[in-house]
């Protein structure tokens, strides 16, 4: 049974986004990806007002086991990070999908949304991924 | 599909997350290795390490075999069941291997080696066995499982039987004696905490698990073992030290007993000639001071933009720290430069061991 929340979207690269009411979108990563990653102990944030291209590599979130990159799922600024992961990068691993977000971006093309998965499509990208 | 483990079942069942080790399906962790890093530190833990190899060398010369093969010296064995760790070395001083021999006889030793370097262990061991008239018996048909943790000792005792508690109860630190049948009890590990070290017939293993389990004792996985190796300063062979690197390179020269002068060990004679002329480079801990996470292979930047490299790096759960091994130039002080992601980030050269008996052994 799939607990991703109806209003996100997520890229191949296992991060979800999510269209808030300002036209700004909130950006973490799945469930499914903290849980591969296990404990997380260091999140690497990017800069408010760094201007991002698709698929660029712009945060690290680092588990016992591993660092990872976070890349951008679509075109745009950064207008906000998640400040409280500095102290508490386990909130990643708690709530990826709520506290758990990694910043916040204005899209500079909001059309780059249509073309995200929809969490439907992205539990199928998750089981031939499996095999 | 890697070799599976007489706890194999266990693991699964208990929800762990199987990876490969050393061509073995091993359990990294069963959830959060944090927590299992914590409950080792707090309670008690226990590993399924019976991956790793158990030797029986027997004959009588088996003692005069161990002073030729070891970089230790099996003579500072004097009661029956004590252990000792060495290095294997090869002709250049290069570490094959490290392991635990155990005295138990004038005729008989165990040795437990790494599962990663079986093959060739016992290549060489074979090779210098006969000059000795020594047995090698490998004993793949025993499972082996580490039970660590301040209250690792008080479960144990708690569920074995009247005979092998009999046994377990007065061991004293680094000894180990065989309880009922093959089952063999040693108060040793590689977690910085108390506990025991059991080896027994794989048939038994399951049960014997189960009732640990059962008794409180928390399944824990190999990455919780690395992180609390790693915090007890304790080497890990393939990452801190291998066959191009000495004792003397790898923060192990206390390991090596050049007394008496006239022991002719394996590699004696290329460790005397480094130690003369001085290491160039050596192993130390570091703490990173910085905010970011210490792996293997990261770049450390010293004095005179000299180099060296993070041999295990990883973030300790105990101190919320990063920590790591290096090995770095030996005019090394106490302050350098990591470089993670194309920044230099500032630490600490520290002595190890960071953690030891759940309390921390460094200042932060």
Known sequence: MSNIPVDLKFVKTHEWTRLNDDGSVTVGISDNAQEQLGDMVFVELPEVGQELTADEACAVVESVKAASDVYAPISGEVVEVNEGLADSPETVNQDAYGKGWIFRMQPSNAVELDGLMEPEAYETFLATEAH | MGSKTPLYDEHVAA???????????MPINYGSQIEEHHTVRKAAGMFDVSHMVVVDLTGAQVGDFLRHLLANNVDRLKDKGKALYSCMLNESGGVIDDLIVYYLRDDFYRMVVNAGTRDKDLAWLEQHAGAFSVKVQERPELAMIAIQGPEARAKVLEVLN????????????FYGAFA???WFIARTGYTGEDGFEIILPAAEAPAFWQQLKAAGVRPTGLGARDTLRLEAGMNLYGSDMDETTTPLESALAWTVAWDPQDRDFIGRRALEQQREQGARQKLVGLLLEDKGVLRNHQKVVVENNAEGEITSGSFSPTLQRAIAFARVPKETGEACQVEIRGRLLSARVVK????????AQIEL
Do not use: C, S, T
Not at chain 2, 15 to 25: N, Y
Not at chain 2, 166 to 173: M, N, S
Not at chain 2, 352 to 359: A, I, Q, S, T
């Open chain 2, 162 to 173: 009247d005979e092998a508690r009999a046994v377990a109860e007065p061991l004293k630190p």
């Open chain 2, 180 to 182: 009922d049948g093959d």
């Open chain 2, 15 to 25: 929800g762990g997350k199987l990876v490969d080790f050393a061509g073995w399906d």
């Open chain 2, 352 to 359: 190890p061991p960071f953690v030891r008996n759940g309390k």
